[in-house]
């Protein structure tokens, strides 16, 4: 294929349930593997197990950044709401990364803890933020996993309507991600991260940073660029 003529054919979002290792595994028995000039990978740990090409997340992240841009000005921050990690990428005036900001180990910013909470009140991702958009935020705290769900359990208890603990939830989400930034420049934000896809925290963060943009391919931001990678360099044979 031709490096310059970089169009995505399709993509795709599968929640692993945990289980990285399994969900690939099914995923290639589904397709025809002959059938792919090239792979490359991204992640964090589950990367390193596989006999493939692989770089950064943050690789990942500004080498689609960087495509996505074209001529355009970068913006001072990019806010990854993944399923594991929320982090904040200090962009450069050249679209690059100059350094990442991430929180502590806690789980009860991320979007897999989101999850949870949100099944437990019958909830899935869609419902959950038309239910967040109508509600009042709960107090929930936000700095350790337990006490986190403990307040989403203690609220249900006493009768609290469901919207004002799934906003709640969505608006401790965004603080986490406000004590990231603290006092970065933020005129021009970009969010990325299968946390895009609910509505109810995009909607906090667009409130909080006014001139937010959910780039092209926000959800599978770092597979974009791992694709657009390995359309550029070599990579292991298959």
């Keep these: 294929s031709d490096p310059e003529i970089q169009i995505v054919v399709a993509h795709e979002r599968i929640n692993h349930n945990g289980n990285p290792a399994k969900t690939f595994l099914q995923y290639l028995s589904k397709i025809n593997v002959f059938d792919i000039d090239r792979i490359a990978v991204t992640g964090r740990h589950f990367k390193n197990s596989l006999n493939l090409s692989s770089i ?4 990942a992240v500004e080498y689609a950044l960087l495509e996505v841009l074209k001529n355009d000005s970068p913006p001072d921050v990019v806010i990854s709401c993944g399923g594991e990690t929320q982090l904040v990428y200090k962009i450069g005036q050249n679209g690059c990364i100059e350094s990442v900001l991430s929180g502590n180990k806690c789980a009860s910013g991320t979007g897999e803890f989101f999850l949870q909470q949100i099944r437990r009140l019958g909830l899935n991702v ?7 958009a109508k509600g009042k935020p709960y107090q929930i705290a936000g700095r350790c996993s337990v006490f986190c769900k403990s307040d989403c359990t203690h609220a249900l208890n006493k009768g609290e309507p469901v919207e004002n603990i799934v906003s709640g939830l969505c608006s401790m989400m965004a603080d986490k991600i406000d004590s990231l930034i603290k006092d970065l420049p933020c005129k021009k934000v970009f969010v990325i991260g ?9 909607s906090i963060i667009k409130k909080r940073y006014k001139k937010t943009i959910i780039p092209e ?5 770092e597979a974009y660029g791992t ?3 390995s359309l550029k360099n070599p990579c292991l044979e298959i």
């Design 56 to 59: 950064s997340e943050s690789e």
């Design 126 to 132: 869609t419902e959950a933020a038309k239910k967040a």
């Design 194 to 202: 299968g946390g895009v896809l609910n509505t109810g925290l995009v």
């Design 217 to 221: 391919y926000a959800s599978v931001f």
């Design 227 to 229: 694709a657009l990678w």
